[in-house]
């Protein structure tokens, strides 16, 4: 059971650049959520999705856009970098209920990402 | 004011010591409260959560909630090197639409030392 799997796990593009970082989840969650984490800053939500075929906007979400084609992936698209955007970037997934009632988030592992 | 606050450290005690690690809040309609750690150059993982007030225990991590006070404790008892993390303390309404939505904790870093 891989859990949630980020690919790539590091990248260094120039500034202009496209990338997009891939985020798949074996667990059959409905929500799945990107993050990015900056020393100072903690973690900061750019974009979610509820389900397959929406997505929605968090607290961080210019220069970045995301899709969600099918339950089990979600991408994240940078479509021309800026060093700003240079972070630790977390994928995250969660059901949409259980019978805890907390909203339990796994993450994966992070993809660093530098922008020069 | 941010609505979680959480003083990032670092933190460093001996091996066997005890440590209390601590948000506060503003939000008083928050009724989760979750810990995650986050080993170096890893993603943060679930530690504990608990729901209102109360205190919750799992081997050598209690989890407390003052809900008067807004304030949230994890205490680690018999501490280990093993435990040097980064943890993140984090808070939610609840699990309907906007209410779903972490708030996080900028996260305090620990370092037991041998």
């Known amino acids: 059971n891989a859990g949630v799997t980020q690919t790539p796990k590091f990248r260094v593009l120039k500034t202009g650049q496209s990338m997009t970082l891939l985020c798949a989840q074996d667990m059959n969650h409905e929500y799945m959520y990107w993050y990015r984490q900056d020393p100072g800053m903690g973690l900061r939500l750019i974009h979610y999705s509820v389900g397959e075929g929406t997505t929605a906007k968090g607290e961080v979400p210019d220069g970045y856009n995301v899709s969600r084609l099918k339950k089990q992936n979600f991408l994240l698209g940078l479509e021309s970098a800026a060093p700003s955007q240079t972070s630790v970037y977390f994928c995250?997934?969660?059901?949409?209920?259980?019978?805890?009632?907390?909203?339990?988030?796994?993450f994966g592992a992070g993809s660093r990402l530098t922008v020069l | 004011q941010k609505e979680v606050e959480q003083d990032p450290g670092p933190l460093s005690v001996p091996e066997g010591a005890i440590v209390s690690l601590n948000c506060t809040y503003s939000n008083s309609a928050f009724q989760y409260f979750m810990w995650y750690r986050q080993y170096s150059r890893k993603g943060p993982e679930l530690l504990m959560y608990?729901?209102s007030s109360g205190n919750k225990e799992d081997g050598r991590f209690t989890a407390q909630v003052d809900k008067s006070s807004k304030y949230i404790s994890l205490f680690i008892r018999d501490s280990q090197p093993s435990d040097s993390a980064t943890y993140l303390c984090?808070?939610?309404?609840?699990?309907?639409?906007?209410?779903?939505?972490?708030?996080w904790g900028l996260g305090t870093s620990l370092a037991v030392n041998p």
């Open positions: 995250a997934s969660s059901y949409r209920g259980g019978d805890s009632g907390a909203n339990v988030l796994t």
């Open positions: 984090a808070m939610s309404v609840g699990m309907a639409g906007n209410n779903r939505k972490l708030i």
């Open positions: 608990t729901y």
